[in-house]
């Protein structure tokens, strides 16, 4: 390689939203979301990337996993920051690797892009604030700002069409009400259907849409505040309502867009059977099949038998919840 090779390298955990994004802002290019979102950034699910910028790369290159990875979202997001530093700036090559499975529910776009925007930042030398890191990733991915911060973080939809106030900003450390996640695996493989054609198709076709945003961001500022209070039954029953609520839009769509199995509902069953004999629990699921549940500290290793014993559950995972990105 080079000696006028520049690395940076980063990693970042994957985050769970807990009042949900789904859907964009229209007639922008700017990847800004039609709702705001809450989540929690996990500690066990992590990407780890490194970028290298040089002189001598006559292209873009990425291996994810070990595989050269050829995806143009990736390559525009990599342009996209080559052209902060200049037209003639170099180009790079990114190694990163999931410690969990790519694309399958699990929200690997979020530490994926939270990590590549570090890492990426710090390969060329761009020295930018935590907003215009967030509003970096959030061009990446709109779940992406979130696993930039420690615990609990909002993203925020913003106003401006210039996007600057679609950004993360961290609500609750890890430390501060360290809530407990389980993961609960109900199939291996990729889902069906990406998040993003997904939440399009939904915005384009599903009579529920304009009713989903309105609920979700009514629910946002509610969600916050059971968060501060560390009220885990308020923050229970408007995230299970915002999940739900977002795959009703979802389903709704024309064709619908129908993430879960039969083991996916099975789980709800269960968490809501655990919930109501006492224990601190409730559940989330994002696109696909995959249900996580939300255990107050101390309660996720009982959870995880319980869904353990659900038919169809393949695997089952326990995670803390973690730091936000950082450069390594
Ligand atoms: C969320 N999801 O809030 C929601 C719930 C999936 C279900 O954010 O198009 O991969 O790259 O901005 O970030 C997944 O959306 O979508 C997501 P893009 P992204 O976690």
Known sequence: MSSNTQIGRARAGANIALIKYWGKRSGSSLNLPATSSLAVTLDDLQTTTEVSVCADFSTHEVRLNDE?????????????????????????????????PTAAGLASSASGYAALTLAATQAYGLDLDANALSVLARM???????????????????????????????????????????????????????????????????????????????????AAAAVLAKDFEKLADLSEASALQMHASAMAAEPGVLYWNSATMACLHAIRDARAKGQGVFFTVDAGPQVKAICLPGASSQVADALRGVSGVLDVHCTQLGAGAERL
């Not at 925020?156 to 679609?166: F, K, N, P, T």
């Not at 993961?183 to 849409?209: C, D, E, F, L, Q």
Request: glycine share 8%; net charge negative; hydrophobic share 40%.
């Open 68 to 100: 050269v990875v050829d995806d143009p979202r990736l390559v525009a997001f990599l342009d996209h920051i080559r052209g902060l530093v200049g037209s003639d700036a170099p180009f790079a090559r990114v190694i990163s690797g999931n410690n969990f």
């Open 140 to 222: 990446g991915s709109g779940s992406a700002p979130r696993s930039l911060w420690s615990g609990f973080s909002i993203m925020h939809r913003g106003e401006r069409d210039d996007g600057l106030d679609a950004i993360a900003k961290p609500l609750l450390d890890a430390d501060s009400w360290p809530l407990e996640v389980v993961i609960a695996i109900t199939a291996h493989g990729p889902k069906s259907v990406s998040s993003r054609v997904g939440m399009n198709h939904t915005m384009a076709t599903s009579p529920y849409y304009s009713a989903w945003v309105e609920h979700n961001e009514a629910r946002l500022d509610d």
